[in-house]
C-alpha cells in the first residue's frame, strides 16, 4: 500500500487531536469514521491508541490488547483505511464468506500477498458498503462480544 495514493497525517512531530483527525478526514467520512469507532467501543475490549506508524503511513489508532492487534484506523484526506490481519483460520473464513463482501474488497484480498502470519487487508472506506466490509473482517479476526 503507498502512501502516495491517499494523503495521510504523516507529520511525526504533530500529534492530531480528534478535532483534527475530523477535519482531515471531512466529508461523508466522517459519519463512517465515528461508527467504526463506535462499533469497536461497543463490543471490544481493545483500547485504541494513537501512534505514529512511521512516515508511509502517519498516524493512526491502533486497537490492541495485550500483544494482540484487532485492527489499525488509518485517517487519511476525505476517508480512512482500516488494515485487519487475517491469520491462517481468518483466512479460511474469509474464503467461506467471499461471495458476501463487495468485488473491491474481494480484489484487496486475493491480491494481498501472504505472509507466514497471514495477510494484510488494507481497506480504504468511502462509503457504507466499505464500512459494511471493514466491521465483516473485524468480526471474522475476532467475535463481537455483543454477537
Known amino acids: 500500500m503507498s ?21 482531515t478526514i471531512a466529508t461523508r467520512a ?17 483500547v485504541p491508541e494513537l501512534l505514529f506508524y512511521g512516515h508511509r503511513y502517519g498516524w493512526c489508532f491502533r486497537y490492541r490488547r495485550k500483544s494482540k492487534t484487532l485492527c489499525v484506523l488509518f485517517p487519511e484526506i476525505k476517508a480512512f483505511t482500516v488494515l485487519v490481519t487475517l491469520g491462517k483460520k481468518e483466512i479460511e473464513l474469509f474464503k ?10 474481494q480484489k484487496i484480498f486475493t491480491s494481498a500477498r501472504q505472509y507466514h502470519d497471514g495477510k494484510w487487508i488494507y481497506k480504504r472506506v468511502l462509503n457504507k458498503r466499505d464500512l459494511a466490509d471493514v466491521i465483516s473482517l473485524i468480526k471474522i479476526k475476532k467475535k463481537p462480544k455483543n454477537g
Do not use: C, G
Open 96 to 105: 467461506q464468506n467471499f461471495s458476501a463482501f463487495n468485488s473491491d474488497t
Open 30 to 46: 466522517t459519519k463512517l469514521w465515528k461508527q467504526v469507532r463506535e462499533f469497536l467501543k461497543k463490543n471490544y475490549d481493545f
Open 3 to 23: 502512501n502516495n495514493l491517499h494523503q495521510r497525517m504523516i507529520e511525526k512531530n504533530s500529534v492530531p487531536t480528534e478535532k483534527r483527525i475530523l477535519a
